[in-house]
């Protein structure tokens, strides 16, 4: 499998040079069998602008997974064209009410056109499923109005996505659990642990936590995740130094990376 970082920004896009590097785009990946295989999208931040071209194409069928209704982590559906233009066979799947949280947050007055009028099949998100030969398995994660974390499954290699998750409740065990032997685990890794006090509530983990929750689950790969927009990258460039010390497969999110697993 491939996996594409098209945005790791958490909360809100930014713009200005100093973040250029690891991205100014919320959270978008893409996962395909190979070269040119669109398997998935997970989550739809700003960074879906990125796969538009990718997708343009009249006939295209593709799958969205959503962690979960933040505007972050939605907000890409809005440039999305060959969506709104119908030329696009979409099913997006989420936790819970997916089609009442997606087309509440993308209707008038908040858009100019309600996303309920597309041709869009919503799928709540169950356990386990199935995306063409990958399989899927959701797990909650601990995160305001909840979210769901993403195993995937092919060939013998997966990747876990966990982009929005505060680390220290009883939902740890469930996510290392899901996690165990993966070759990638994508984690939140939002804050410093000087940051945490002040932060307990917000959903997030520190980068010390993200490596914790790796080394638990035996992660081949940790790739740290939800940069806070106020993180520059030589701040979270430290950030990673001080991450590979502790683990030394550890990588910070950055906007046009490509992963083989
Ligand atoms: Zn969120």
Redesign the pocket.
């Known amino acids: 499998m491939l996996l594409d970082i098209h945005g790791a920004r958490?909360s809100m896009p930014v713009g200005t040079a100093e973040f250029a590097r690891y991205g100014g785009d919320t959270t978008c990946y893409s996962l395909h069998h190979d070269e040119g295989d669109l398997v998935t999208i997970i989550d739809a931040g700003t960074g879906l602008r990125l796969l538009v071209p990718q997708i343009s194409k009249p006939g295209t069928t593709v799958t969205i997974v959503l962690t979960?209704y933040?505007w972050?982590?939605i907000q890409g559906l809005s440039m999305c064209a060959p969506m709104w233009q119908g030329d696009l066979s979409l099913r997006i799947i989420g936790p819970g009410d997916v089609a009442g949280a997606v087309s509440g947050a993308i209707s008038p007055p908040w858009f100019p056109v309600p996303i309920a009028d597309m041709k869009i099949e919503f799928v709540s998100a169950p356990e386990s499923f199935h995306i063409g030969e990958v399989e899927v398995t959701t797990f909650p994660l601990n995160?305001?109005q909840g979210?769901l974390g993403y195993r995937f499954n092919h060939d013998g290699r997966s990747v876990v996505v966990a982009t929005?998750h505060e680390a220290g409740t009883d939902a740890d065990q469930a996510l290392v659990r899901r996690s165990e032997g993966a070759d990638m685990l994508v984690h939140d890794a939002q804050y410093l642990p000087s940051e945490i006090e002040s932060k307990r509530g917000w959903?997030h983990s520190t980068w010390e936590q993200a490596v914790a929750m790796a080394s638990q689950a035996g992660a081949g790969q940790l790739l740290m995740a939800s940069h806070d927009p106020s993180r520059s990258d030589a701040a979270v460039d430290d950030l990673v130094a001080r991450s590979v010390d502790l683990f030394p497969q550890a990588a910070g999110a950055s906007c046009a990376d490509r992963f083989s697993l």
Do not use: K, W, Y
């Open positions: 958490g979960h933040h972050d982590h995160h305001p979210g929005d959903g």
